[in-house]
T-cell receptor, first 111, second 116 residues
């Protein structure tokens, strides 16, 4: 079993839809949870970062972490064509620990 | 402020050759990590350097090595290239202030390596 599992996708939604992206993990030592966005031919860029359980909101984006279920989610409200990209979840056990990534899901938002 | 710079952007090598990739981190960032990205395996951690010392290492064979210089610039070397080494190699830099939080990693655009 991989440490981090992410729905493989791809995912296609109409503009304005609410998008839910999810990851599960098996390593209970993970404490730091991140979502990265990667556009084609670019490196990943940090979108959201959460420490331990809880919710975090930033504009149209909300990240949720449920450590008891080992489940994290990213919600995108009012999705836009510019949100079309690959989204990767990432986790680490400590402040200086390596990042473990999910495989990523490709999202396409249709105008 | 300049971002993370990786050179070269594209590279084609023959099986059995060796290759060196370069990464210049964001000014002031002391941690540099390397990742391999493939469609099948996703992003996989290779190693991390901090203050010229390898601090973390992933599960890759010894053909993959790296180093960091006193100015925090880093190089990654792959010897005896195999077809399966074809991938996007990404470098990420982090600022480690007090507390050493390493989670906010800034990625370069990557080096696309093709082994033929």
């Amino acid at each position: 079993q991989k440490e981090v599992e992410q729905d493989p996708g791809p995912l296609s939604v109409p503009e304005g839809a609410i998008v839910s992206l999810n990851c599960t993990y098996s390593n209970s030592a993970f404490q730091y949870f991140m979502w990265y966005r990667q556009y084609s031919r670019k490196g990943p860029e940090l979108l959201m970062y959460t420490y331990s359980s809880g919710n975090k909101e930033d504009g149209r984006f909300t990240a949720q972490v449920d450590k008891s279920s080992k489940y994290i989610s990213l919600f995108i409200r009012d999705s836009q064509p510019s949100d079309s990209a690959t989204y990767l979840c990432a986790m680490s056990a400590g402040a200086n620990s390596k990042l473990t990534f999910g495989k990523g899901i490709t999202l396409s938002v249709r105008p | 402020k300049a971002g993370v710079t990786q050179t070269p952007r594209y590279l084609i090598k023959t099986r059995g050759q060796q290759v060196t990739l370069s990464c210049s981190p964001i000014s002031g960032h002391r941690s540099v990590s390397w990742y391999q990205q493939t469609p099948g395996q996703g992003l996989q951690f290779l190693f991390e350097y901090f203050s010229e010392t390898q601090r973390n290492k992933g599960n890759f064979p010894g053909r993959f090595s790296g180093r960091q210089f006193s100015n925090s610039r880093s190089e990654m070397n792959v010897s005896t290239l195999e077809l399966g080494d074809s991938a996007l190699y990404l470098c990420a830099s982090s600022f480690l202030g007090d507390g050493g939080l390493n989670t906010e990693a800034f990625f370069g655009q990557g080096t696309r390596l093709t082994v033929v």
